[in-house]
């Protein structure tokens, strides 16, 4: 059991910059007035995350499949106060875009859920934040996401149990050694494709989202580790859903080969 050692928490209350905490100063509906170049938050057009209806999404066939190419290499897992994260250093692989390399930064989670699709929110969400360092690209950041309901445990996670349960209520990193992106499996080669912000501030627009549209399975106890070990105010961590405005939601899905 792990309510043990969930019992103190380490945050005071006036050293965090924003919250998700419903009614908070410091909560989403208020996180454009806190800093100036948080505006975005509040005033952008294009923020994410978003509900994937059926009735806005389109298919695209030209989109083509995620071409995602991931190597081992050397990793540390952080505590950052409202996420665990895992940061990727070294050459660990890329995503490319349109003919643009992404190169894969961290990875993160969110629960419940911060995309939904037709309205139902899930247990959890991974997002595999890439960046671009062509200085001629305007979109210089993809995310990939993933939506997990409760299931078998994901193997991924179950790598990090150890080191996720070790920075239980308080800030802190840890060096893992090798681990391979290529781990974090997606099960599916159907995704969504929408032009949208960074779910957190300073919610940056212009971030191309890929939401893989098979859900993988997690279990209850890996995702009550990931909410008990950041701070009270991020144990459900999910930003609320944005407008789509008149934005489009692409969804690729390989062609059926017919049979001879």
Same mark, same amino acid.
Request: proline share 6%; glycine share 8%; hydrophobic share 30%.
């Given at each position: ?25 410091? *909560? ?14 509040? /005033? ?9 209806? !059926? ?18 290499? /050397?990793? #540390? ?18 995503? +490319?875009?349109?003919?643009?390399? @992404? ?25 595999? &934040? ?6 001629? &690209? ?6 990939? *996401? ?23 209520? =308080? ?8 681990? /391979? ?7 599916? =080669?159907?995704?969504?494709? @929408?032009?949208? !912000?960074? #779910?957190?501030?300073?919610?940056? +627009? ?13 279990? =209850? ?8 070990? &950041?701070?009270? @105010? ?17 969804? @690729?899905?390989? #062609?059926?080969? #017919? =049979?001879?």
């Amino acid at each position: 059991m792990l309510t043990s050692v969930f019992q103190n928490r380490w945050v005071a209350e006036d050293e965090r910059e924003f919250d998700y905490v419903e009614g908070s100063q410091k *909560g989403p509906g208020h996180w454009g007035e806190i800093k100036k170049e948080w505006e975005a938050c509040n /005033n952008g057009d294009l923020q994410s995350p978003i509900d994937l209806s !059926s009735e806005r999404v389109k298919i695209v066939p030209q989109l083509g499949e995620l071409k995602r190419n991931y190597y081992p290499c /050397n990793a #540390t897992v952080k505590n950052r106060g409202h996420d665990i994260s895992v940061y990727w250093y070294g050459k660990p692989g890329s995503i +490319e875009i349109n003919g643009v390399v @992404y190169d894969l930064q961290q990875s993160h989670w969110h629960s419940p859920s911060e995309h939904s699709i037709n309205g139902r929110r899930y247990d959890l969400e991974l997002h595999m &934040v890439h960046q671009s360092s062509d200085p001629t &690209v305007k979109n210089k950041i993809a995310v990939v *996401g993933q939506l997990y309901t409760i299931g078998q445990p994901d193997p991924f996670i179950t790598q990090l149990s150890r080191e996720i349960l070790g920075m239980v209520d =308080r800030k802190h990193e840890k060096k893992v050694g090798v681990m /391979n992106p290529a781990d974090i499996k997606f099960g599916g =080669r159907k995704y969504y494709r @929408y032009l949208g !912000s960074l #779910t957190v501030p300073p919610c940056t +627009e212009g971030v191309i989202w890929t939401m893989n549209k098979k859900i993988r399975t997690v279990s =209850r106890e890996q995702v009550r580790l990931l909410r008990e070990a &950041v701070h009270d @105010y991020a144990e459900f961590n999910a930003r609320p859903l944005q407008p789509l405005n008149s934005r489009q939601i692409g969804l @690729y899905r390989p #062609t059926q080969r #017919t =049979r001879p």
